[in-house]
């Protein structure tokens, strides 16, 4: 299935410890989702600006380069897993439509309906792609110019429709505007994971240590500053990482306040996996990597530290130069 990041904190820093380094990294992840990859971010002039290619992460040159030199409070990335539509531009999250950035790993059914709905709102010239995330996107970007703007209140508004309105399997999404980020969970099938660092002039965090069987990495950028990090899994072994719950809503506000709500009631029409097509099945369902998530949690919960992890975690460099990207530069960046 597709993997979500977001790195939200009161200062500019850098994300490359937990792209490239952190033991269980969006680089290393990335050799399970291996159908593109995408950043978003919010730069100095507060712009909203995005950066994507349907290629994987770790045959990436410029993965690594632009994970070392992006700075920002807010940010979020993507490494997809297709669930069976076309491996192309258009179709790589995240999706930026009207200022707004969004990111979804799940699957829900786009319906005539929804179509519909997404039209009303003015937002159905924003989707130039074929996939159920994009239209799910130009839905909250018609919320929330129907909303005047909220983020909380059009996300709301978008996702109780679809909860009501159409078939789903798993919607979890992330969604900035600006340096305003929401993370979504609904419902349980797929997870998403919150680890919060704090810190104050009077009481700042150590540098940023991470440790597995087979990998170190420290970040001194991270010191002294208090950040919010959302992924689909925990990055490390610290015990802090909290498991989002059924249906609920994490808002990390621009002056860094941080709140949680469970505004959704039950999906109308829930899908199981057996309800998907072979593709989309397939992207949800990866038994190696369910294996890893079940040893993890079981890690987490008991305090224990990592066991013998057989998946190579050293190598943060691209050494696929000889693939099929050799000289396929990333794409300019994208910007609203």
């Not at 978008?158 to 969970?185: C, D, F, Q, T």
């Amino acid at each position: 299935m597709c993997r979500l990041f977001a790195l939200h904190s009161d200062q500019p820093v850098t994300a490359d410890l937990w792209l490239l380094d952190a033991p269980y990294s969006l680089l290393n992840q990335s050799r399970f989702n291996a159908d593109g990859t995408g950043f978003g971010w919010v730069d100095e002039t507060g712009s909203a600006r995005l950066r994507k290619r349907p290629v994987a992460a770790y045959e990436s040159e410029t993965f690594a380069q632009f994970a070392t030199t992006l700075r920002s409070r807010s940010m979020l990335a993507h490494i997809r897993l297709s669930s069976g539509t076309g491996h192309c531009e258009e179709n790589t999250h995240p999706f930026l439509q009207d200022g707004i950035i969004s990111a979804h790993n799940g699957v829900l059914e786009v319906t005539d309906a929804m179509r519909e709905r997404v039209t009303e709102l003015g937002a159905a010239h924003h989707v130039q792609g074929t996939t159920d995330s994009e239209w799910m996107a130009a839905l909250i970007t018609g919320e929330v110019a129907a909303h005047e703007g909220d983020l909380r209140d059009g996300v709301v508004a978008a996702l109780s429709w679809i909860a009501a309105n159409v078939p789903v399997y798993s919607v979890n999404l992330l969604v900035m505007k600006g340096e305003e980020l929401i993370a979504v969970r609904l419902p349980a099938t797929n997870e998403l994971w919150v680890l919060e660092r704090t810190a104050t002039s009077d009481a700042p965090r150590e540098a940023l240590e991470q440790s597995s069987d087979s990998l170190k990495a420290r970040s001194a950028d991270l010191s002294g500053v208090r950040s919010v990090v959302i992924a689909s899994e925990p990055m490390d072994d610290d015990p802090a990482w909290r498991l989002m719950d059924s249906g609920e809503l994490v808002r990390l506000g621009a002056d860094g306040t941080m709140s949680s709500e469970h505004p959704f009631g039950p999906l109308a029409r829930p899908l199981s996996i057996e309800d998907l097509g072979l593709s989309a099945a397939t992207s949800q369902a990866h038994a190696e990597q369910d294996r890893a998530h079940a040893e993890r949690r079981l890690r987490l919960a008991e305090g224990r530290p990592a066991s013998t992890d057989t998946t190579d975690t050293t190598d943060t460099t691209d050494t696929a130069t000889g693939s099929a990207t050799a000289g396929h530069d990333e794409s300019a960046d994208s910007a609203a």
